[in-house]
């Protein structure tokens, strides 16, 4: 991601990172909807709600906190400091744009890690797991990569817009704590419920990600016009890939597949959108969409109860696409040449140095944080409610 200072923040570059802000705020709903659409259908509202809830939570503890933890003057390089508390000295339009545009990712990253424990997690459990591991996981993390003195920042790691930060964090966060948590109690299908709602949630993401990726490079240029594009691109590729090997497995395309399909290549060019062109998006995003099916495959042989293949899209398609930018970022896009593009292999070890470094911080400390939660709050619902979630938590139904 572009630093802030490095860019001309006139009215028009402002103007386009709220336009991208909003953008970037409406992938929450969309993937409420994505979700939704893929749980039972007396959980629907649970998963729903569970997102919403996160948006409104993480609207508030990053005004409090977190944007100071991720953006605040660097503390040997781990942490920003706590002189933003409240956003505190956080004034003018630039700042504040770059805040809010900032928030959004915070609040989306938690959000995907709900997927993978769909249909058993407590609701007063899962406010606090967000408010913990946004504090101390995701503004940490954020801070390393993104913020002047972060020091995988200082290593040179690239990451435009949040393929480790963002999709590694959460998607190997995921998968623990669908480990951790156990199997979901009763007969699973694994059928979708709404395959329209899925659809849906699938087009808002896929129109809220141009926000996320081409508005990361903070301004209205040409590197942002060059984010758009790839992005359509790698997604267009994931779908058709996914939706092609669905075919292949059972003799006929897989609408689900397809928008899961689209949804990893999305994820996989967003750490590569400010470094590769269109064919190396090609490459990206049908790459993701063969590591994503057997990724699946692999978790199911496993038996671990990842409900809505979070670690296989996010985890592994942001590993992908991290991998993927040290090989195929162009200098003349990005400023920096990949490993295929001539550059040195250095580039490529510090992709992997930030891949390896995430994958261990985030793992290590959802593990720790799902433990406490566990012998305080408890974890679970009771496994007689879980066919009827809706209803036990919310008192609702999403259909009568």
Known sequence: M???????????????????????????????????????????????????????????????WGYSLAFGSSTAGLIGSLE???????????????????????????????????????????????????????????HWVWAEGGWLFNMGALDFAGGTVVHISSGFSALVAAIVIGKRS??????????????????????????????????????????????????????????????????????VMFAVGAVAGLVAITPASGFVGPMAAILIGAGVGLISHFTIQFKNSKGWDDALDVWAVHGMGGLWGALATGLFASAAIGGTDGVFMGGSISVLTTQ??????????????????????????????KSADEENIDKVLHGEAAYT
């Open 186 to 255: 009763g007969k699973i299908t694994g059928e979708p419920h709404n395959v329209p709602y899925v659809l849906l949630g699938t087009a808002i993401l896929w129109f809220g990600w141009f926000g996320f990726n081409a508005g990361s490079a903070l301004a209205a240029n040409d590197q942002a016009v060059s984010a758009f594009l790839v992005t359509n691109t790698a997604a267009a590729a994931g779908a058709l890939m996914m939706m092609f090997l669905s075919y292949r497995s059972t003799g006929k395309p897989s609408v």
């Open 352 to 381: 992997i140095i930030a891949i390896v470094a995430t994958i261990a911080y985030a793992g290590i400390l959802t593990f720790v944080i799902l433990k406490i939660l566990d012998q305080t709050l408890g974890l679970r619902i």
């Open 2 to 64: 572009t630093i802030l200072n490095d860019c001309s923040m006139d009215a028009g570059n402002i103007t386009w990172l709220l336009v991208a802000s909003a953008l970037v705020m409406f992938m929450t709903p969309g993937l409420a909807f994505f979700y939704g659409g893929l749980v039972r259908t007396k959980n629907v509202l649970s998963i729903m709600m569970h997102c919403f809830t996160i948006l409104a939570v993480v609207s508030i503890t990053w005004i409090l």
């Open 84 to 142: 933003h508390l409240g956003l505190n000295g956080v004034v003018g339009a630039e700042a504040q744009t770059f805040m809010i545009f900032q928030m959004m990712f915070a609040i989306i990253t938690p959000a995907l890690i709900v997927g993978a424990i769909a249909d058993r997690f407590k609701f007063s459990s899962l406010i606090a797991f967000v408010i913990i591991w946004s504090t101390f996981v995701y503004s940490p993390i954020a």
